[in-house]
C-alpha cells in the first residue's frame, strides 16, 4: 500500500485537474454566447428585406443590450416598441441616465418602432454623447393624434448640447402625409393639381444653441415640416443621409440653417418637396459637397433672405461635386425687397444639371404673394462664382436668370465652363439678366451677353456690407 506522503500529490495533481477543466467549461460556455450575440446583431445587416418593410405587428423578442458599460438600451428603461405604445418617458429617462456619463451610448435597436411625442432632449451632457438609432423612431400620426398640450412646430428637439452624435442605419418616419393636406399654404399636387399645404406643422429634427454635432447615416422619410434644422450652432458635420418625401410634399426642405457656422455637409441624397438645402441668415463657413438632389424640390437655395426688412449675413459658402435633377431650381439665391445686409463669396464648382428648370437662378425680387411693394433697400448679393456647372435644363425658364436689386446690383459675378442644353428639343433659351455686374472667364452654352462689366458707382454707399463685418 502506497504510503500518506506519495498519495497526496497524487489527490493534488486530480484536484487541479478538475478545477481546470470545471472553468475550461464555462470558458466555453462564454464564448459561444458572446459570438452568438456578436453575430446575431451583425445577421440584422445580411437578412434580406422585401421593398417594403412593415413595423412587425408583434415585436421581436427582447435581446440583450450590447455589454459594454455607458450603453443605455431605451428598453431597459421601459420603451416598447410596436409603434403603438407611447415611448416618450423612457427615451427621456435614457436621455437623462446618459447625458451623465462621458461617452455615453443611447441605443435604439433594430426590429423595433418607437411613437415619441414631441420632446426635448436639454444638455448640457458629458462630452461624446452618441444616440445610436438602428430601429425607427415615429411622432405620433397627424394632426388628430397630436395632443393639444404639446408644440406642433416640432417634434424633437436637441438644446444646449455639445459634441452629440445622431447616427446609425435606422430611420426617423416623420408620418407627415396628414400634415401636408391642412389647408394653409396652397401647394402643387399629383398630376399638376394644386393643393393645401400646412399650417403649424413640425419640424422632424431640431438642433437649438448646439455645437459639435455629427448627424451620420440617418434615413428620414415623409417629415411634416422641415426634416432637419439647424439654429444657432457651430461646427456641424452632416454625412450619409438620405431624405426621402413625394415631390408635392410642401415645406419638406432637407436640411436647412439659420445663425449657424463651420457646417459640411457631404454624401447625401434628397428627395423632397422644397429646398434640398437651404442656407438661412448669420451663416458662413458652409462646405457641401457631393450631394443629389431630386427627383423633385427646389435644389440648393442661400435664402430667402431679407423678410420684414430684416438683416441678413451669409458668407463663404461652397457647393461642389454635386447633382441636382427634375428640380423647380438649381443653385438659388434669394432675398426679398426692403432687407439689408449680403452674400458674399459663394462658390458653385462642378455641378451636373439633369432637366432642372432653373439651373442658376439669383433673384432679388422674391416674395410669395402679388402684394409685395417695390422697396429701395436690398441684401447685396456680390462674388459669386459659378464653374463647371453642365447638364439640361426644362425650357419652360431659361438657364440662367439674374433679376437683381434696381438699386443695389449684385456685383462681381463670374461664370466659367457653363454648358446648360435644353432637355428637349433644339430651342436654346438666352440667359436673363437685371442690373447684374460680372464677367466670363471661359465661353458660355448658351452665350450670355447681358452681364454688365465693371462697378456700378456708390454701389455700397449705404454700407451693406458694413452691417455684416
Known sequence: MASLSTR?????????????????????????T???????????HNKKHSHISYPP?????????????????????GAVGDGIVDDTEAFKAAWDAACQVESAVIFVPFGYSFMIQSTIFTGPCQSGLVFQLEGTIMPPDGPESWPGNNSRRQWLVFYRV?????????????????????????????NGSTLPGPCDSPIAIRFFMSSNLTVEGIRMQNSPQFNFRFDNCKNVHIESLHITAPAWSPNTDGIHIEQTTNVEIYDSLISNGDDCVSIGAGCHDVDIRNLTCGPGGHGISIGSLGNHNSRACVSNITVTDSVIK??????????????????????????????VRNPIIIDQFYCLSKECSNRTSAVSVSDIEYSSIKGTYDIRSPPMHFACSDTIPCTNITLSDIELLPAQGDLVLDPFCWNVYGGQETLTIPPIFCLLEGNPPAVFENNDLGYCS
Open 326 to 355: 427634375e428640380s423647380d431650381n438649381g443653385v438659388r439665391i434669394k432675398t426679398w425687397q426692403g432687407g439689408y445686409g449680403a452674400v458674399s463669396g459663394i462658390s458653385f464648382l462642378k455641378i451636373h444639371m439633369d432637366n
Open 34 to 44: 458572446a459570438r452568438y450575440h456578436h453575430h446575431g446583431h451583425r445577421g440584422h
Open 162 to 190: 455639445d459634441e452629440l452624435s445622431l447616427q446609425g442605419g435606422g430611420v426617423i418616419d416623420g408620418r407627415g402625409e396628414q400634415w401636408w393636406n391642412l389647408p394653409c399654404k396652397p401647394h402643387k399636387g399629383p
Open 57 to 77: 405587428s408583434i415585436p421581436p423578442e427582447p435581446s440583450n443590450p450590447p455589454a459594454d458599460e455607458g450603453v443605455y438600451d431605451v428598453r431597459s428603461f
Open 8 to 32: 497526496v500529490p497524487v489527490l493534488l495533481v486530480i484536484f487541479y485537474m478538475t478545477v481546470v477543466a470545471f472553468f475550461m467549461v464555462l470558458l466555453c460556455s462564454h464564448n459561444v
